[in-house]
């Protein structure tokens, strides 16, 4: 058998994304290397929610690559769905962002302006109206922001992509890549720690904030963290029904899922590579959603999840080229919107590995904004 025409390091769904398109669109053959298991990390850990807007306000270029995420979600779902054999539950969530003083009520009408010019349709609701449609949310809330976005099943959707790439020939390898094989100054696989290579036409480095770990093979700093998120999986109080709407305060989260569960988050730790939850952590998310939705406190905890988020310390996607090897390309540091824009990205990188460029530019993003010199 041929070389495939790329070898990426990582399952997650950035790596998972990429292959799939590279196959979906071009007929190219990858190779992923994991060195886990699919879904085992931010991918799985994920709370699912598909967001532009919030309390991060990014660029308008970062902001108009998520939109363009959750569209090719949208455009994507049926065909997936039914490729993987999985349904991942995508679907509607409205979501309330309330004011608990005047200062913030200031900042949510602020974030409107800006959030309408790029083509958000969001609305202010006042004190009366915003506790009408959301029964969890705090009697002292002097009103809210409305939007209807999108969410999924993090763990599942990793899993049908996937799937879906394997169904299109994909060979998913359990290994753990340790360094980058170069010939005449282009990027022609990866080495093993077992030993072993993979000879590939082009290589693809996304495992997350381990690519931290990738920079001696890449020949640049990566400046990926990994942050801690950690999430509290609840059941409404006995008798008390599933909220209806999610709630995102600057604090915190209460966001009720599709598939039942009901989530309560997050967490931005930086503890380095350990994936575990903690009961102080527990505690300071509970704390804090109390504050806008009280009822969680009478609400049973059922579990308690971490994943390590890749982190760039610019807070912007690491998405293109790696400067001097030919071939060789870069896709990380998505935080918070790795399941966000995990779509776009493989489509985007699927397209930069397979003709050299891309159809609408990610040079905002590019590893060359890293590189020696810059």
């Known amino acids: ?44 850990g994920s709370a699912g929610e598909l967001g532009a807007v919030g309390r991060h306000r990014f660029s308008a270029a970062f902001t108009r690559f998520l939109l363009e995420g959750i569209r090719l979600h949208m455009e994507t779902a049926e065909a997936l769905t039914a490729e993987a054999g999985m349904d991942y539950l995508l679907s509607d969530i409205p979501i309330l962002r309330p004011a608990l003083t005047e200062e913030e009520a200031e900042e949510l009408q602020e974030q409107m302006g800006w959030q309408r010019e790029l083509g958000v349709e969001v609305e202010w609701l006042d004190a009366d109206a915003a506790r009408a449609v959301g029964s969890w949310l705090a009697p002292d809330a002097l009103g809210a922001a409305y939007t209807m976005e999108k969410q999924l099943e993090g763990a599942t959707f990793a ?70 998120g950690q999430i509290v999986h609840l059941a409404p109080p006995p008798g008390v029904p599933m909220p209806t709407h999610s709630i995102f305060h600057r604090t915190g989260y209460v966001l009720p899922k599709a598939g039942g569960d009901l989530l309560a988050g997050t967490t931005e730790e930086r503890a380095g590579f350990a994936p575990y939850p903690t009961p102080e952590a527990q505690l300071g998310i509970m704390e804090a959603v109390a504050r806008f939705a009280p009822q969680v406190l009478d609400a049973p905890i059922q579990s308690q999840t971490a994943c390590l988020r890749p982190y760039s310390l610019d807070e912007m996607p690491i998405l293109g080229a790696v400067p001097g090897t030919d071939g060789l390309h870069l896709a990380t540091g998505h935080g918070y919107k790795g399941i966000t824009l995990s779509l776009i990205t493989g489509k985007r990188m699927a397209q930069l590995i397979a003709e050299g460029t891309t159809h609408e530019s990610i040079a905002e993003f590019s590893p060359a904004r890293f590189a020696p010199g810059r």
């Open 159 to 228: 899993v049908a992509l996937a799937q879906a790439c394997e169904r299109r020939g994909v060979e998913i390898r359990t290994a753990e890549a340790n360094g980058v094989l170069r010939e005449g100054g282009r990027a022609c696989g990866v080495t093993l720690a077992d030993g072993g290579s993979v000879t590939a036409g082009a290589v693809l480095v996304a495992n997350g904030p381990w690519s931290q770990q990738a920079g001696e093979w890449l020949g640049m700093e990566v400046p990926v963290i990994p942050l801690r």
């Open 1 to 44: 058998m041929r070389n495939p025409d790329a070898v990426i390091v990582g399952g997650g769904v950035i790596g998972c994304a990429t292959a799939y398109f590279l196959a979906a669109e071009r007929g190219m053959r990858s190779v992923i290397v994991e060195r886990d298991a699919v879904a085992s990390g931010a991918s799985g």
